[in-house]
């Protein structure tokens, strides 16, 4: 069985007939090509297929595609500007913070309504958003770095005056 | 666009002309710094394909039916009821596919669907295709499997029974099936200098199996044409190893079979070898003539496991008063689960790789592997050689504390030093780790906080040697193991052919940073291809921390030919000795005379015009006489070897056992840091993934008594319980230089050797806190509120201070 929903996806008004059983993780990636988000688990454990719904975080493969519709949903592919990266995934990049990358776009996702929600978080309001996705790679140090930098550049102090990303040379 | 305009626009991208003095005066253009990785875009903004976001059209998707059974005799499989249903096209069974593999060819033990016996709870039975998910999974529902329960073994000292049930056939009469490999190797008369050292700590320690649990579960997609031409994409980080194989065990020619890597989601050694959902995928499309898909479900990455070892540890270490190493001897009984996997290797790395950096004047090991009815183990990040680490550190540090002796200063007296040879005869080149123990002793403020800190409050250290690849390819040949092809095209661009396995750790960048140092060129002038054995010269894969080292040779190979000739011919050009001119920083430069230059571009058209189409390869085999000649010498050989120490610092709540780690301080000699900001990445990287075997991983499994024998306690990332990041320490990456002579450019591997010390260094700085000695991973808080009852821990913990620093006692 199919329901046809409207989705608001990344502005984008979508209307589709989705298996009435699909999870909006399962819609994204299998109806709308939208496979940024990422699934790891499928049960809500690991949080790479996280997106925002109306601005907040939620686990997309465990949140119903019904439960979406009519509702705004963010996602990895909507956070970059024409031609360019937003100033969050810049950083990401320059500060080594994505090393396989298959975490990262959940984890752009809770920084992203983590700095809308505070400009200029510390060390430990990171650590407690994103607490609920799961990176094996990196051991999140250089992901600290990486939201600290761009919330300096977004809230327009100066990147700089951080010093270089990363650790100390001996 | 005239050539005018093209020049112009490219010199615009190119270091702007008063820069170029500075930058002829470098060493290096670009390697040593913090650079973007070539992937990182994709990456930050989700478009890079991983193998579960490609699709194809007319796609069928598989499933995997799995035993319940630990162990037991597959009687009979009646597939008719699936292969009725509507929307099934395949169904497969290990009759389909009898032919036994292993990534080790002398162990070929499983294959890749049961064909008469089950071993695991999880092991593979049938395969089916079908329109979609829900199809296949109905189908497997559908499919009656007739078994002879087996009794079980779960237990490795089982397993060596004589009367134990056996798992495999004994490949000798009078042989113990259960035993995949054993080896005892001695150098020196080891009971001697036990017998004549002053001193002699025993211990046995028990390290609990972990597994790698990449986010990325695995997934693979064959795709079989009408010619019989196969292509298999699949998340491996060994796509030579998987083509050789699946083309071996279907009967196929290896020349018609392709894979392609796309993104790994992370691999950490847990897809170093074929899987079973490979070799059903190629099969299932050979049969349907469709494409097939098969992702695994987060249970099923945990059931094909191929992770850390379990091993049960007894060590003797025999010292001199000064606490000179006089002989060790340590006995090694390894739980290998259902099948071989990487496990004779594992067996001689349990050993050969404890002989640095410390110098033993006299070595025993007897190590030995046995087959049992659980998840089959293989190599995790710092294969075979984490566990004996731990045992080994901990014993160091009880030999100090016996003696007095600052565990620092301990192993800095133990140190092997550098251009030498280890006591099983490995020679050793670079060796930084006398410079890393200064590193984490400074960094850590060491010396006022070391049995200085109040009850509850510690640190601790270890150190740590590993691999930069191992020195013979798995399959015996005389090949090279690495290669690398590159072209340069009229625009600029410069396209890299790489074999090598990105999974993560930025081999892409690293050979496109080499390419772009040794030719000049902006780095966004560099494509890299890599892991595609259709486009690709052939690369061994990502395992053993060979990437950097062997394709990083080669590439810079390749790149170092292609930049002689352009020299060249640019220095016929302008009359002047081709030593003259540098290509850096998006120029040809003549380095005699400030003011010349062109964009490279124009260079590569100059050499182009003279000696035809740009293009090299390179490749990189290794020396041979890098070991001794002994049977095994050769495994654990390596080029070059790494050096890690870590100090960690703990505070343990004595009320409640729970462990917390504060920071861990992590110094480690990479050779040479191609982009440091990598290198930094792939240490903290290593000390969490340590920390979490330390305190909070467990691949453990029911016994019979809480559940079903052999089933997986935990296969879900949240009961498994990965480190988050509330429980991940702060972490300092602190880089150490050595520069090797056989590096690219000195470098080293840094990918693995920096896990090693993390769960010493922890067990360390626990005892340094408490008094307790942590010999069983993990540290639990029951485990560490139990020790804390038994041990009368604050009573040790005083003893262990030194004069004038006992609390409540004055100092003199």
Redesign the interface.
Known sequence: MRNMLTFIVNGDAIEAGVPEHFTLLEAL?YEFGL?????????G??G?CTVLLDGEPVLSCITPAAEAAGREVR???G??EPGR?SAL??A?????A????????GI?MSATALLERTPVPTREE???A??????????????YEAIEKAAAVMSGRDAQALG??????? | MRPEELRERQARSAEPPESLAELIEREFALIGKRLRKVDGAGKVTGSTPYTDDIAFPAMLHGRILRSPHPHARILSIDTSAAEALAGVHAVITGRDMPEPYCIIPWTRDETPLCVDRVRFIGDGVAAVAALDEETAIRALDAIRVEYELLEPVLEPEAALRPDAPQIHDAGKPGRNGNITKHVRLEFGDVDAALASSDVVIEGDYFFEGSTHAPIEPHCAIGWCDALGRLTVWSSTQVPHYVQREIARVLDLDVATVRVVQPAVGGAFGGKSEPFDLEFCVALLSMRTGRPVKILYTREEVFYSHRGRHPMKMAYRLGATKEGRIRGVDGRILIDGGAYASFGLVTTYYSGQLLTAPYAFETYRFDSTRVYTNKPPCGPKRGHGSVQPRFAFEVQLDKLSERLGIDPIELRRRNFIGDRTRTINELRVTSNGFLACLDAVESASDWCRKWRRMPFGQGVGVAGSCYISGTNYPIYPNEMPQAAVQIMVERSGRVMVLSGASEIGQGSDSAVAYIAAEELGVPLDYVRVRSADTDLVPVDLGAYSSRETFMVGNACVRAAKELNLRIREAVAAEWDVPAQRIRLAGGWALDTGDGARRIPVSEAFNIAEARSGPLSAIGSYNTPKDVHGEYRGATIGASPAYSFTAHVAEVEVEPETGVVGVRRIWIAHDCGRALNPMLVEGQMEGSAYMGFGEALMEEQIFKNGESGRAGLHNAPSLLDYRIPTSLDTPELEALIIESVDPEGPYGAKEAGEGPLHPSIPAIANAIFDAVGIRMDALPFSPPRVWKALQHAAGHARWERSRPPGTRPGVAAD
């Open positions: 990636r496979t940024g988000s990422k699934q790891g688990c499928d049960k454990d690991c790479a996602t990895v592919e956070l970059a990266l995934q810049d990401f990049d320059t500060c080594g994505a090393q396989c990358g298959f975490c990262t776009p752009l990171i650590r407690a994103l607490s609920g996705n799961l990176c094996r790679c990196t051991g999140y140090t250089k992901i270089p990303a990363g650790g100390r040379r001996a």
